[in-house]
């Protein structure tokens, strides 16, 4: 069954704590995206890879951090630099070529202790 | 860097009312434009999109949206809604061409609840 999942459904972080939000697909993509919604914002990209090993910051990137060893793996670290880590995360990724559509995962709740 | 408005922010309506929800977008050149919906506790899905070509795109359970390049809008539109279309929409860009190939902009979201 193809797809994007993201672990795990919901997350609390302590104070000064880092936390890593998991994302893995199976759908041969190579970009990928790790969007924050909060209510009456929409979707804020955090970070986007197009490739293995190379990645890009978003538009609300300071906080946060990502890696991209692997074509299936995007993880995204929530540290403790992010003074307001509350809210859901989604994770996405895109087809290649002229079908631009970017599918996504279920989510990631985190909240703050 | 591009920008979408979604000029609704909640949206009420009865069933087998019409539907249109707004969404304006400022760039100025080729522009693929797409409609996600968000069930409650469910992925966000894409609704429809459009690339090239037939500005009028339908899409998945009903729904179309028109493009119209000289309003900057993709208005996302339904005949006579359902009590299971209640969800939040959102419109979003993306530009083709250039560095940020693949990024797409998204509006605030607008929250439809349709009451049955």
């Known amino acids: 069954d193809g797809g994007i999942t993201q672990s795990p459904k919901y997350l609390f972080r302590k104070e000064g704590q880092n936390v890593t939000l998991s994302c893995e697909q199976n759908?041969?993509?190579?970009?990928m995206y790790w969007y924050r919604q909060d209510p009456g914002q929409g979707l804020r990209l955090i970070y986007y890879?197009?490739?293995?090993?190379?990645?890009q910051k978003g538009d609300i990137a300071e906080g946060y951090s990502v890696s991209r060893e692997k074509k299936e793996s995007f993880p995204l670290t929530v540290t403790s630099a992010q003074k307001n880590p509350t809210a859901f995360y989604l994770c996405?990724?895109?087809?290649?070529?002229?079908?631009?559509?970017?599918?996504f995962g279920a989510g990631t709740r985190l909240s703050v202790l | 860097a591009q920008s979408v408005s979604q000029h609704n922010h909640h949206v009420i309506l009865s069933e087998a009312a019409s539907l249109e929800l707004g969404c304006n977008y400022s760039?100025?050149?080729?522009?693929?434009l797409f409609w996600y919906v968000q069930y409650p506790g469910q992925h966000l899905q894409l609704l429809l999109k459009?690339?090239?070509?037939?500005?009028l795109v339908k899409g998945i359970k009903g729904f179309e949206a028109e493009f119209i390049k000289s309003k900057f809008s993709f208005n996302l539109r339904k005949p006579s809604v359902q009590w299971s279309d209640t969800a939040e929409y959102f419109c979003?860009?993306?530009?083709?061409?250039?560095?940020?190939?693949?990024?797409?902009?998204f509006g605030r979201g607008t929250q439809l609840t349709v009451w049955p």
């Open positions: 996405a990724s895109r087809t290649g070529g002229a079908l631009n559509i970017q599918y």
């Open positions: 759908l041969n993509h190579d970009a």
């Open positions: 890879s197009q490739i293995v090993n190379d990645f």
């Open positions: 760039y100025g050149g080729t522009v693929n």
């Open positions: 459009y690339f090239s070509g037939d500005p």
């Open positions: 979003a860009v993306n530009a083709p061409r250039g560095s940020t190939l693949g990024r797409l902009y």
